[in-house]
């Protein structure tokens, strides 16, 4: 005569639920970390190719200005 712990199955079930649950809280904190992160990125992406753009803009602003300096400081 086989004897079955339902008590038992009812708690290892609950077990399983519980790290079913944390897992999928973990897993939703990591997505909103790695969400938060690429926003991050992206953000300094954009702030450094602005600066990069500006940084263009000054220079090419010497490069025009630099032969007509030098053509007053010749003459």
Do not use: I, T
């Amino acid at each position: 005569m086989e004897v079955v712990n339902v008590n038992g199955d009812v708690e290892d079930e609950k077990k399983f639920r519980d790290k079913l649950l944390q897992a999928e809280q973990e897993l939703a904190a990591a997505k909103g970390r790695e969400k938060a992160l690429q926003n991050q990125l992206a953000k300094e992406v954009n702030d450094n190719q602005e600066r990069f753009k500006k940084q263009l803009e000054s220079q090419s602003k010497l490069e025009v200005s630099s032969p007509l300096l030098f053509f007053f400081l010749v003459y």
